[in-house]
């Protein structure tokens, strides 16, 4: 047989075999790439079925069924491989190998950054080269990024490469600036002077890694010049892994503190475990106020150990957590002043704190549904934001006892609830409880803190917010004490203004951001804009509330934004004047500064 007889029968083998399989039943069905989905998930859509007559374009409509499955869940560049399918005819049926490309990546680029290396951005995705893609991946690698200090707004964009058949990646970041320097050199006379020098670095040599320094030198008449040092330094990503270190030194004229901290956080919703782990020892002074006015000052001396690892259960969405834990906690107080009555008379400061000894073994159970909304001009002047909606709640129990080494047997209880909501990128509703309460053979304490905000954008660049909060203790009289002042959200009162055991606020804020050509070009170095607010809370201890004397407040005040700065600061400066005073005292504005919106 030559050459050309023999091309002549493999044609007319191989138009037999087909003719066979046009009029012959599916044999076998074998799927081949599919790792994301089972053979049985992808089945339950297709109409081809081992047993059936074989239709050619049944199958072809079986390929977009299984395409569209994967594009529904987030493979977007999902595709059947024709160039591999292979389908054969025998005389007992059709065999069909079915090859499916789930969208690898092939290539990853990181533009836009002149400080950050690449590596410590490729780090932070949640996928690598030769990984499959999909869009929540996507989506919440974006959300890792826009976290980090040092990065701007982050944009991730895929494609599909024709050339490789793969998936190729860029990503889109901006440097902020990261050094931040800070000297202070106030008037110096013949009795004192003070010199403060400090420079914080958010990404050292581009790492990603955090440093800060300060120095501040201290020289005051009779008195032995002083000099404190504050040092910290952060590594996000100890020896490559996810773990990640803290470190801070403190010197202060009552003492130094210091506090090292090893986790393994929740990096990304996916993470199926997390860990964390503190000791710290701190110095500081413990303040007890009646009526406004300072009456004893202890000197406290706080060590503190915890730990914690936690499992997760679920997906990205919604998952259950479990968690084991522990704290010990040894703090001591000693009196630095005791005033023996206050200026208000003959009452005396209640203040009796005690030294403790605690050590307390627990468990906590949650659950947890999230999702994100992308907008901006909620919380920040101008960034991209991510806003997590959805509900949560933890609930701990935990138990100190003398057998390993506790002052005291005790129980403690904990509930955690908070609830986001959205509606139409406009409307914003958080809110949240905890309780707390110990029980033990003294007096029971309890706390209960609650928060319900709102915001509404009602236009691109105006915000309107609220925000009602609320403290609760009970049984904690002599040893903690509730302070509502300028510090905490009732603008236009001096630290410290007012004390007791209860608390109830009402904040009430019109946010505006200043448009018109001018602010719009300056936009890229300052973002300009305004608040007018309102303050209305009340503060009593025990049964003593009185609904006829609340505290109030009205204001305006300017905010600036730095768009290129490290940490998306936001700086207010507010002018608030106080509708309740006491004593007679005249009704005087007050000028506040700070960082952050106050709620």
Excluded at 120 to 141: A, N, P, Q, W
Excluded at 166 to 171: D, K, N, Q, W
Excluded at 485 to 509: C, H, Q, T, W
Aim: net charge neutral; with cysteine; aromatic share 12%.
């Amino acid at each position: 047989m030559n050459a050309r007889y023999f091309m002549i029968f493999v044609f007319f083998f191989m138009f037999c075999c087909s003719a066979v399989a046009d009029h012959q039943s599916v044999r076998k069905i074998i799927l081949r790439g599919n790792e994301a989905f089972s053979d049985e998930q992808l089945r339950l859509g297709m109409q081809t079925e081992v047993g059936e007559t074989y239709d050619e374009e049944l199958l072809r409509k079986d390929f977009k069924r299984i395409v569209g499955f994967y594009r529904k869940n987030g493979f977007s560049f999902a595709r059947i491989d024709e160039k591999r399918l292979f389908k054969k005819g025998f005389a007992d049926g059709v065999y069909l190998h079915i090859y499916i490309d789930e969208g690898r990546i092939g290539r990853l680029t990181v533009e836009g950054n002149s400080r950050t290396r690449d590596h410590v951005i490729l780090r932070e995705l949640l996928f690598k080269t030769g990984d499959v893609y999909t869009v929540e991946d996507e989506l919440e690698s974006e959300r890792i990024l826009r976290r980090k200090p040092y990065l701007g707004d982050a944009e991730i964009g895929a494609t599909w490469d024709d050339e490789t058949s793969t998936v190729e990646i860029r990503v889109m970041v901006t440097d902020l600036w990261s050094v931040i320097p800070a000297l202070d050199i106030p008037a110096f006379s013949k009795d004192s002077s003070d010199f403060l020098v400090q420079v914080v670095d958010s990404n050292m040599f581009g790492t990603g890694n955090q440093a800060q320094f300060r120095y501040q030198r201290i020289s005051e008449a009779d008195e032995t010049t002083r000099s404190l040092i504050r040092t910290r330094y952060t590594d996000p990503r100890l020896f490559s892994s996810h773990w990640e270190f803290d470190g801070h030194y403190i010197q202060q004229r009552v003492g130094d503190s210091w506090q090292v901290i090893l986790q393994r956080p929740q990096y990304t919703l996916k993470t199926r475990w997390s860990a964390a782990f503190m000791a710290s020892e701190h110095v500081d002074l413990k303040r007890w106020y009646e009526r406004g006015k300072k009456t004893d000052l202890y000197d406290r001396i706080m060590q503190r150990n915890t730990g914690q690892l936690t499992r997760y259960i679920g997906n990205r969405h919604r998952h259950l957590q479990f968690s084991v834990w522990g704290f010990t906690e040894r703090s001591k107080f000693a009196p630095h002043e005791i005033s023996p009555s206050t200026t208000w008379g003959e009452t005396k400061s209640r203040f009796a704190p005690k030294d403790r000894d605690i050590k307390i073994l627990g468990i906590s159970v949650g659950r947890r549904k999230i999702d994100f909304v992308r907008t901006r001009y909620v919380n920040q002047m101008g960034r991209v934001e991510d806003i997590a909606v959805g509900y949560g709640y933890n609930m701990s129990l935990g138990y100190g006892s003398p057998l390993y080494g506790s002052d005291r047997s005790e129980t403690l209880l904990n509930w955690l609830f908070s609830l986001s909501l959205s509606h139409e990128d406009s409307l914003f509703l958080n809110t949240q409880a905890d309780f707390t309460t110990r029980f033990s053979n003294e007096p029971r304490d309890s706390v209960f803190k609650g928060k319900i905000k709102l915001i509404r954008k009602n236009l691109l660049r105006q915000t309107l917010a609220a925000q009602l909060s609320t403290v609760f203790e009970f049984g904690l009289a002599r040893e903690s004490q509730v302070i509502l002042d300028g510090e905490n959200g009732m603008r236009g009162y001096s630290p410290y203004a007012f004390n007791g055991e209860k608390m109830v606020i009402l904040n009430l804020e019109s946010r505006t951001i200043f448009s018109g050509e001018i602010f719009e070009k300056l936009e890229s170095l300052v973002v300009v804009g305004s608040a007018m607010f309102l303050d209305f809370g009340y503060i009593w201890s025990g049964d003593e509330f009185v609904l006829s004397e609340p505290k109030r407040s009205v204001g305006a005040g300017l905010r600036f934004s730095i768009p290129r700065l490290s940490g998306s600061r936001v700086f207010r400066f507010d002018l608030a004047y106080p509708l309740d005073v006491q004593g007679g005292t005249s009704r005087v504005p007050v000028i506040t500064y700070g960082i952050g919106h106050v709620f």
